[in-house]
């Protein structure tokens, strides 16, 4: 099958797409991933035909922490990015699925890569990081907190939805008239038609780490985390030194999130790793703050997770999809920093699986609560429980999984059609 995968978003959004991009390659799959134009070498020296698209993830990271846990703004500002590059991207978008037998999309992408699956007629899979279209009473929408009643936490995915396919058809229509893109009929994914079922769900996480819920419909998968294995074999001489020359550091990554108050954050972390006396590596990705190196602390923009996790303590980050499932995977307890969106989510995941203390929001935190919850991280329980997590999650085929269940799927749909 000539296969596209469409992604938006940091490399936390582009990483997991890309691993599956590659299995689905080993199963005789010609594949092609669209993402930001940033991720273009990150993608092609793993010799996938890689899509360029508009836009700088950086502005949404800047624009979605500032929106912080508000669910309206998070939708209102992922809506005006979307409007400021949707014509450049919709028309890119069109040219990456041109020759597709089949789409692979994310949140950013479901309204729109749905419509263009039913013009041309051709089967579409939504692949999710984090449960937003999958409604349960389990828990509410991930920018919530538990509202300790079934029926209002599936209430609230049910209105999450709505206000989604509301915003995107609002949206379309602005980048209608500001550009003069042509007119469309749009499709929403996941709701039964007489000419077509609902679009099925692959939920890319460790049901280790979140089980499937037994309020979703049979359309709905958790298939396991896809690991994009590293090859860093020639780690940098001052990381290599770094970790030989004293006691397993604290990793801190806070990968792609732009903050205002990155000095601050960077302060509390420092101080807190003296309090406690941990070395730290702290990976300043797209935060921009950066130190001299020192005998207890290096600063470095990014390291591969699956290579330097293992080799820390702990790790302290900010409860992204893609670094919870490397945090725990790592086997090492995690404190969650959330900062927006579905990060609080994972943080509370993490403290009820039993590999983190509770998380602390990015606005409360101070030396005091970081520097307790990394001696409460050290303890025995929580060392234990992530190893063993860990383990289960290591051993998972998290792409294998996604793969046979997407041939499946593409299989049963032209059967039917």
């Not at 010799?47 to 998070?74: C, E, T």
């Not at 037998?101 to 041309?120: C, M, S, Y």
């Not at 972390?269 to 590596?281: D, P, Q």
């Given at each position: 099958?000539?296969?596209?995968?469409l992604?938006?978003?940091?490399?936390?959004?582009?990483?997991?797409?890309?691993?599956?991009?590659?299995?689905?390659?080993?199963?005789?799959?010609?594949?092609?991933?669209?993402?930001?134009f940033?991720?273009?070498?990150?993608?092609?020296?793993?010799?996938?035909?890689f899509?360029?698209?508009?836009?700088?993830?950086r502005?949404?990271?800047?624009?979605?922490n500032?929106?912080?846990?508000?669910f309206?703004?998070?939708?209102?500002?992922?809506t005006?990015?979307?409007v400021?590059?949707?014509a450049?991207?919709?028309?890119?978008?069109?040219?990456?699925?041109r020759?597709?037998?089949?789409?692979?999309?994310?949140?950013?992408?479901?309204?729109?890569?749905?419509?263009?699956?039913?013009?041309?007629?051709?089967?579409?899979?939504?692949?999710q990081?984090?449960?937003?279209f999958?409604?349960?009473?389990?828990?509410?929408?991930?920018?919530?907190?538990?509202?300790?009643?079934?029926?209002?936490?599936?209430?609230?995915?049910?209105?999450?939805?709505?206000?989604?396919w509301?915003?995107?058809?609002?949206?379309?229509?602005?980048?209608?008239?500001?550009?003069?893109?042509?007119?469309?009929?749009?499709?929403?994914?996941?709701?039964?038609?007489?000419s077509?079922?609902?679009?099925p769900?692959?939920?890319?996480?460790?049901?280790?780490?979140?089980?499937?819920?037994?309020?979703?419909?049979?359309?709905?998968?958790?298939?396991?985390?896809?690991?994009?294995?590293?090859?860093?074999?020639?780690?940098?001489?001052?990381l290599?030194?770094?970790?030989?020359?004293?006691?397993?550091?604290?990793?801190?990554?806070?990968?792609?999130m732009?903050?205002?108050?990155?000095?601050?954050?960077?302060?509390?972390?420092?101080?807190?790793?003296?309090?406690?006396?941990n070395?730290g590596?702290?990976?300043?990705?797209?935060?921009?703050?950066?130190?001299?190196?020192?005998?207890?602390?290096?600063?470095?923009?990014?390291?591969?997770?699956?290579?330097?996790?293992?080799?820390?303590?702990?790790?302290?980050?900010?409860?992204?999809?893609?670094?919870?499932?490397?945090?725990?995977r790592?086997?090492?307890?995690?404190?969650v920093?959330?900062?927006?969106?579905?990060?609080?989510?994972?943080?509370?995941?993490?403290?009820a699986?039993?590999?983190?203390?509770?998380?602390?929001?990015?606005?409360d935190l101070?030396?005091r609560?970081?520097?307790?919850a990394?001696?409460?991280a050290?303890?025995?329980?929580f060392?234990?429980?992530?190893?063993?997590?860990?383990?289960?999650?290591?051993?998972?085929?998290?792409?294998?999984?996604?793969?046979?269940?997407?041939?499946?799927?593409?299989?049963?749909?032209?059967?039917?059609?």
């Amino acid at each position: 099958m000539n296969i596209t995968v469409l992604t938006y978003g940091s490399r936390g959004d582009v990483q997991p797409f890309l691993a599956l991009s590659l299995g689905l390659r080993e199963k005789g799959h010609s594949v092609k991933l669209a993402a930001p134009f940033r991720f273009k070498d990150f993608v092609e020296e793993r010799g996938i035909d890689f899509v360029p698209l508009a836009g700088d993830p950086r502005d949404l990271s800047r624009r979605l922490n500032n929106a912080g846990q508000n669910f309206i703004k998070l939708l209102r500002e992922l809506t005006n990015h979307a409007v400021e590059i949707g014509a450049d991207v919709w028309r890119q978008t069109e040219e990456a699925c041109r020759d597709a037998d089949l789409i692979l999309h994310t949140f950013t992408h479901a309204v729109g890569a749905h419509t263009l699956a039913r013009e041309k007629d051709i089967p579409d899979i939504h692949i999710q990081t984090f449960p937003m279209f999958t409604p349960t009473g389990d828990y509410p929408n991930v920018t919530l907190p538990d509202l300790r009643s079934r029926f209002l936490n599936r209430l609230t995915h049910r209105l999450s939805a709505k206000m989604t396919w509301w915003t995107s058809r609002i949206g379309f229509e602005r980048v209608h008239r500001r550009t003069g893109l042509l007119p469309r009929t749009l499709y929403w994914p996941f709701e039964d038609t007489p000419s077509r079922p609902r679009t099925p769900i692959l939920c890319a996480w460790s049901p280790s780490l979140l089980p499937l819920s037994k309020d979703w419909p049979p359309h709905v998968h958790v298939t396991g985390s896809p690991a994009l294995s590293t090859n860093y074999d020639q780690a940098p001489a001052e990381l290599q030194f770094f970790l030989e020359r004293g006691k397993p550091p604290v990793c801190v990554t806070f990968g792609s999130m732009v903050n205002r108050d990155a000095e601050r954050i960077d302060i509390i972390v420092r101080e807190s790793l003296a309090k406690t006396g941990n070395r730290g590596i702290i990976l300043s990705g797209w935060g921009s703050v950066k130190k001299s190196p020192s005998t207890d602390l290096l600063y470095l923009d990014s390291a591969p997770h699956d290579w330097l996790l293992p080799r820390c303590r702990l790790v302290i980050h900010h409860g992204g999809a893609g670094t919870t499932a490397a945090g725990v995977r790592a086997g090492i307890p995690n404190i969650v920093i959330p900062f927006m969106a579905d990060q609080p989510f994972w943080g509370k995941r993490v403290h009820a699986t039993g590999v983190g203390p509770m998380p602390i929001r990015v606005r409360d935190l101070s030396v005091r609560n970081l520097a307790g919850a990394m001696a409460e991280a050290e303890g025995e329980m929580f060392r234990t429980r992530a190893q063993a997590i860990g383990q289960q999650i290591s051993s998972e085929d998290g792409i294998g999984e996604a793969v046979k269940w997407i041939e499946k799927y593409a299989v049963s749909f032209h059967r039917q059609h």
